[in-house]
């Protein structure tokens, strides 16, 4: 039998790996300074063996502002009343496996998007995949928007007709700012419990993850030498206010984790380097 | 019979009134520009009846960068669910009148502390005060801290003993952000539900609000013209970050606020104009 476990937990290292050394190639393109990610190792809780993760972070660059790149893998029990929201957890004895990566950027250049892209899997007695990627403009390009979404679609259409549709719509309803009835940004897609058949996930997991590297380096990389004005940076702090209420409001991983005594510095890295209100 | 809502509605406009002109002075005395608070009012429902406030707001000053104070006065109906967590609600088929003022201040020179305050008065089928104000340096200053909680102590035991006792621990308690373990400042003190005696809480709610007035002014007086760094102020965007986190993911009034339709402007007025993580 394979060893989902060890298949998931290495291509997450190896996504991670491809990720920061493109980013990187990118970054060394512009400006003098060798900028380098920092990377930092964490233990769920040093006394017991219930895993961590490892945070890749970097910050002031000449095109990334602030990345963080963060994988994880920890298993244990969820506490008796967590276990219930998690499908096939009571039957395991609330034990669990996870592993994951988790990116966000937030660029200098406000023309290019805020990016986030994660896929998890998850093992209780049932084992799924989750995850999705979405983009955050402070200033409209449509042109863009379309690109991304259209690659999304031709991607998902080649492992399942409906996924695109489907995807499309939980991301749009999980990235809203219900208090300000207002969107996150453009979307994507975003998938949860899929299970049953696991190769089909796997391969489909994968591919959301190559799709997210090789989308997210055309469109830098399209911005670049796009000049930009000091309204058009106060735009950018403005719109990535926004995206720390989000976080902090609205989204479940940043809640889960920090009410589970999860890496505080891990958790929030996904917030921005410099925000406005 | 006296109009309790009245008096307590017209006494959180007049302190409202005296903050503003206050704090004003104090801006004037600084740099060129003259400043001046922006008014705003809002209604909670257009089409029914069931009241609003007023925001004033001075942002880029030369000693406020940003400073929000509201009053407001909302009455109607709780829902069912939310009605069962406010006392005497029930009883009173759910009907409430509140009325307060909330106060947040951030300001230029890091060696000032953000400074909150507020107090309200709400009725349902009972009557009660509720409010205080506390301190968050980024720069630790223990002289100010003695001098802010002595004076907060001296004020509380004109009214009763066990008062600066509780109300600090209280404060302690409520503006500690958990996930990071550490308070949010030097704390201050916070009460709710004072409710029997009418005149002795509405006059201790009125010496809250001039006890406000007259520290705020002495803190920020003493600091104005404090030279401070650019690592300062690095530090102070950091620490404004914290504040950021307590609002969005503790703060009972921001999450009250949001979840029942506030006004979103108002509600987060607290949030700093910059911060940094």
Redesign the interface.
Known sequence: MINKKKITENWFRELRNNICSSWLEIESKKGKGKKKFSRKKWLRNKEKNNGGGEMSLLVNGNIFE?VGVNISTVYGKFDEKFSKQIPGAIKNENKFWASGISVVAHFKNPHIPSLHFNTRYIETSKGWFGGGMDMTPCIKDLKQKKYFHNELKNMCNLHDKNYYKNFKKYCDQYFYL???KEPRGDGGIFYDYLDKNWEKNFNFTQEVGLTFLKMSCEIIKKKINKKWTKKDKAKQ?IKR?RY??FN??YDRGTKFG?NTNGN?EA??MS???????
């Open positions: 602030k219900h208090h300000r702090l206010g720390v209420e902090l409001l920090l505080v958790i929030l917030l921005p380097p410099l925000a406005k209100w």
